[in-house]
Nanobody, 125 residues
């Protein structure tokens, strides 16, 4: 069982920045593919960013490329999402997810095994 706990959400003005963190339990965090997804009210859960086990490869949704950066610290069992130049359309609940087997299409929701509860990000105009 893997537990994921997100933090760092909040209210920010358009153009501002936030850094989300996702702390994972377990001794083998360095073998998990990790992803960030978001869900706005009335919408489906959308892919935001993902990172491979070693951190060597990252993936981004087109809507956040150049603004968001995913990273991980395997020594701290934590994955981060640095969000810059935030827009009102970035408002959503952001959740992290873990895939416990190597590889996979990390941009797809159904590739993940565990999910956090989510953290609210609200961007005001």
């Amino acid at each position: 069982q893997v537990q994921l706990v997100e933090s760092g959400g909040g209210l920010v003005q358009a153009g501002g920045s936030l850094r989300l963190s996702c702390a994972a339990s377990g001794r083998t965090f360095s073998t998990y593919g990790m992803g960030w997804f978001r869900q706005a009210p009335g919408n489906e859960r959308d892919f935001v960013a993902a990172i491979t086990e070693s951190g060597g490869t990252t993936y981004y949704a087109d809507s956040v490329k150049g603004r968001f950066t995913i990273s991980r610290d395997n020594a701290k069992n934590t994955v981060y999402l640095q969000m810059n130049s935030l827009k009102p359309e970035d408002t959503a609940v952001y959740s992290c997810a873990a895939r416990i087997s190597r590889g996979g299409r990390l941009w797809r929701t159904n590739e993940y095994d565990y999910w956090g509860q989510g953290t609210q990000v609200t961007v005001s105009s």
